[in-house]
């Protein structure tokens, strides 16, 4: 009797497992570091073994050795076991065997649109990074994507790391507080309801290292101009917290009124730097002025409307950022009692800031009480135009961390089948703001 018990526990307790590790992660063709990242932290619900499909080269090189870094770290080690295939036929040998049941997207983004719809084709979910598309073309084709997804039951989601950045959190939440903020204003073109702006660099550290770019990054046929890739992230923000848990119509919603785009040079000697290639890929020959400096289109501007609300965004990228400095963010929304700031400069260490100006300090106090059920130690330093809010460094995550976050709400849904309904029109909402401000900026060039 005994050993039938233990039996039956051990069965159980297995079946337990295979439950808790129902998942199993498909890398196709990583070509962006942001790939690695997902796989920075391990899931309960996921499988440690994840199979690769990819050509053989640099690209996927730098990938497997981002993940035995992840499982080598002195702190926080994962245990991931990649199973790779690699091969010119990649992508028909991963939808024939099928290992797995969520396929992880980042990189070519040139290419990632039709693997998004071809994984869905074949019955498979898909957890991208953005963005989902570049192009107008490429929009139609994500709407065909979420339509056969919705009809197969499958999750079609994408990786919107900013929405868990504890500043832009607290200006949603506090947004959201009529004692202090009252209600967004509908603004101008001149003077916009809400503002994000973000300074990238090509030269950057990725976990403790000077991150290799491919050399197709700089290609925007490839990698997509700046007006569709970063402003993605820039874009939803708007969306999320203009209009939280709401749906946005693209065909009635948005009103596109201005967009632009423009680029920035980058030397020979910078290319080779940050790609460590020894020459320069003849793609980027079209790009490439009498001065031998690629112009990455990577610049991009968008004036618009979002019911009726006007919102600006803007991502502007430099080569390296100066010493002891970084990746940037600006943001304001203007309520009709208060404004909320985020400000990421150096005056504020290059750390991102809450701000409050304007309302009342029993207002500000009060947004304070109430949010502290949730976010305990936060509080407010006086300053000449309102209150700063003093966050707990306990609650300040960097954004590799937030890839663990946004992948846990991925499955999370995918385990309950509780998405909100507003994420998909909200997706195709905002991939439509991006593809047409795109081509709007390609007529006015």
């Known amino acids: 009797m005994k050993s039938k018990i233990v039996s039956w526990m051990g069965m159980s307790i297995l079946g337990l497992q295979l439950q ?47 993940i035995k870094g992840y499982n080598a770290a002195s702190t926080g ?18 939808l024939s065997e099928k290992k797995g049941n969520v396929v992880v997207l980042a990189g070519n983004n040139q290419l990632k649109t039709d693997y998004i719809l071809q994984s869905i084709q074949s019955g498979l979910n898909v957890f991208a990074d953005k963005p989902m598309v570049i192009n107008e073309k490429g929009f139609l084709k994500l709407k065909s994507a979420f339509e056969l997804a919705q009809q197969k039951k499958l999750l079609l989601y994408d990786i919107m790391t900013e929405r868990y950045e ?73 969306q999320w917290e203009c209009f939280p848990n709401k749906v946005i119509d693209y065909k009635k919603d948005i009103q596109l009124k201005t967009a632009k785009s423009w680029a920035t040079p980058i030397s020979a000697a910078q290319f080779k730097e940050v790609t ?48 002891g400095t970084g990746d940037t963010h600006y943001s304001i929304m203007r309520g009709t009692k208060a404004n909320l700031i985020i400000k990421q400069g150096a005056e504020q260490m290059f750390k991102p800031t809450l701000y409050i100006e304007g309302g009342t300090a029993a207002a500000a106090e009060q947004a304070m009480v109430s949010l502290a059920k949730e976010f305990k130690g936060l509080s407010l330093k006086k300053n000449d135009k ?57 007529k006015n060039k």
């Open 276 to 323: 460590k290639l020894a020459e320069v890929p003849s793609y980027l020959g079209k790009y490439t002025d009498a001065k031998k400096d690629i112009n990455v289109m990577c610049n991009g501007e968008i004036n618009y409307t979002i019911n009726g609300v006007h919102a600006k965004v803007s991502v502007i990228w430099n080569y390296k950022a100066p010493e």
């Open 20 to 66: 808790a590790q129902s998942v199993k992660l498909i890398t196709l063709d990583p070509g962006h570091f942001h790939a690695a990242l997902v796989q920075k932290s391990m899931y309960p619900q996921v499988d440690p073994t994840v199979f690769v499909y990819a050509k053989k080269g640099t690209d996927l090189n730098l990938h497997l050795d981002k």
């Open 386 to 442: 309102g209150w700063e809010v003093m966050i707990p460094e306990s609650y300040k995550e960097g954004h590799e961390s937030h890839f663990a976050r946004v992948t846990e709400k991925y499955l999370g849904y995918l385990a309950n089948k509780n998405m909100p309904a507003w994420e998909i029109p909200n997706m195709l909402a905002k991939y439509y703001t991006t593809t047409q401000a795109q081509k709007m900026a390609s």
């Open 166 to 238: 504890i500043t832009t959190i607290l200006q949603r939440a506090l947004s959201m507080d009529q004692g202090l903020f009252g209600t967004l204003q509908k603004g101008t073109l001149e003077q916009p309801a809400v503002t994000k702006e973000s300074v990238h660099h090509f030269y950057k550290y990725v976990s403790g290292s000077v991150l290799t770019r491919p050399g197709w990054f700089f290609d925007v046929a490839q990698e997509g101009e700046g007006i569709v890739d970063v402003t993605t992230h820039l874009v939803d923000l708007v």
């Open 77 to 94: 080690a994962t245990s991931w076991k990649e199973q790779v295939y690699e091969g010119d036929d990649y992508l028909q040998k991963m």
